[in-house]
Structure formats: C-alpha cells, structure tokens
C-alpha cells in the first residue's frame, strides 16, 4: 500500500463546476498536509496547506483534513480551464524527519469550457 | 526574496555517461534541500536531503550520488547513468516555517537517458 494514494483521475468537470480532489494517507504519524499544482512540463507549486481537522479556505480553494479517517480533500469552486492540471497531495510532519513529504502519484483534472 | 535555480533545464545523455545536477538557492541561509524525482505520469520520489554543508541522507538506493560543498548549493551526480534514471529531477526547499514538507521547487531538469 502506498503512503499516499490519490483517486485515479483523470477528473473532468465542466467550467463553473465543483471539482473535488481526494487523497488518503496510510501514516498516522503525518501531521502537515499538503495540495500541489503541476501544470504539464512544469514543476510542481504548493497552493494549500493544511493541518488540523476541518477546513481551510484560500479564495476558490478549499482544503479539508479528516485525522480520523486518514483523508484529505481539495474542493475547487467555480473551476477554470485554468485550473486544468495535476493536482499532487503531499504528507509530512512538523519539525522533525528533516521536513520530509511523501507524495501520491496526482490526479489530473481538465477543466472543460 | 528566496529563489531557487536548478540546470540545465533539458537533458540527453547515453546510457554509461556521468550526470551532474546543480542547484543553487539565494535569499536564505543553511536550508533543508531536497532533491526528488518524477518518473512519467508519477508522483515524487525523494532521492537526497540535505540539512547543510556535507550533510546528505540518502532515501533509497540507486545509482545516483548527491553533494552540498556550499550551503546554497546541492548537486546530484551519477558515474554512469542507467535507462532507468530518466525523469524529471526537481531541487526544493522548505516554503514554511516549521519545514513539515511544503515546498518551493526549482524548474526542473528533465533527464532521458538513451
């Protein structure tokens, strides 16, 4: 079993839709999250960060943590064909294990106008 | 500001040629570095850290070597590289506070070896 696991995508949604990205984390030890976006042929660049339970909002963004049931979650609002990309989950701990992150492998989501 | 610079961008290299990789940072002093690997339509794999000068840890064995001799700057080196090296190698550093794995990347090199 992956550390990380990611639905496999590729995600389609319509343009105005909610895209929801998923990801699971076997490490019960993880306590930082992260969602990164990955256009094609570019690196990868964080957009959320999360750590607690419960939700996190960044403008169209929202991150959600369930410590419980190992889940984290990224909801895009009023998608864009801009937000077209692979989307990477990342777990880490805080200030230990020099920083390290485990990555899943990324779903891709396309964004239709 | 913090910065982050990795070359060359592109790569072609024979199967048995050596490799080098280097990656600098500027506006911070003695960070975390890290390098990962992407393999096609994949997730990352560490490869190296580094929490300063001479100071590498080596996530998973390879064919791959990794050095620091300055703080802002992180090398990844092979002898002979390997159809199997091929991918996408990203230089990073921690973005927050606290480290916990959220990073700024570099550019990336993408390496095909033939």
């Known amino acids: 079993q992956k550390e990380v696991e990611q639905n496999s995508g590729p995600l389609s949604v319509p343009e105005g839709a909610i895209a929801s990205l998923n990801c699971t984390y076997s490490?019960?030890?993880?306590?930082?999250f992260f969602w990164y976006r990955q256009y094609s042929g570019k690196s990868p660049e964080l957009i959320m960060s999360i750590y607690s339970n419960g939700d996190k909002e960044d403008g169209r963004f929202t991150a959600q943590l369930n410590k419980a049931s190992q889940y984290v979650s990224l909801l895009i609002r009023d998608s864009q064909p801009s937000d077209s990309a692979t989307y990477l989950c990342?777990?880490?701990?805080?200030?230990?294990?020099?920083?390290?992150?485990?990555f899943g492998d990324g779903t891709t989501l396309t964004v239709k106008p | 500001s913090q910065t982050i610079h990795q070359w060359p961008a592109t790569l072609v290299q024979p199967v048995g040629s050596p490799l080098s990789l280097e990656c600098t940072v500027e506006g911070t002093s003695n960070p975390n570095l890290y390098w990962y690997r992407q393999a096609a339509g994949r997730g990352l794999q560490l490869l190296f850290y580094?929490?300063?000068?001479?100071?590498i840890s080596s996530e998973v064995p390879q064919n791959l070597s990794a050095s620091r001799p300055q703080d802002r700057q992180f090398i990844l080196s092979s002898k002979k590289l390997l159809l199997s090296d091929s991918g996408f190698y990203l230089c990073a550093y921690p973005t927050l506070a606290g480290g916990g794995g959220g990073y700024t990347f570099g550019s990336g090199t993408r390496l095909t070896v033939v």
């Open positions: 580094s929490v300063g000068i001479g100071q």
């Open positions: 490490d019960r030890g993880s306590q930082s």
């Open positions: 990342a777990g880490g701990t805080l200030n230990t294990n020099a920083g390290k992150s485990t």
